[in-house]
């Protein structure tokens, strides 16, 4: 379970390095698309930990 939490991490940080880096898009929405993608892995995570039952 931890190794795929961990696999899971290492690639969400790589696509929202390579949206960050790579398309062209304005910083507002890149803004936008880093907090839902980072709201969404905190969630899974405690999710995942069973700290949060929602």
């Given at each position: 379970?931890?190794?795929t939490v961990i696999?899971?991490?290492i690639v969400?940080?790589?696509?929202?390095?390579l949206v960050n880096n790579?398309?062209?898009m304005d910083g507002t929405i890149k803004t936008i698309i880093n907090i839902v993608v980072i709201i969404a892995v905190i969630?899974?995570?405690?999710?995942v930990f069973g700290v949060a039952a929602f």
């Open positions: 379970m931890l190794v696999i899971t991490l969400v940080g790589l696509l929202l390095w790579k398309l062209p969630v899974w995570l405690l999710r």
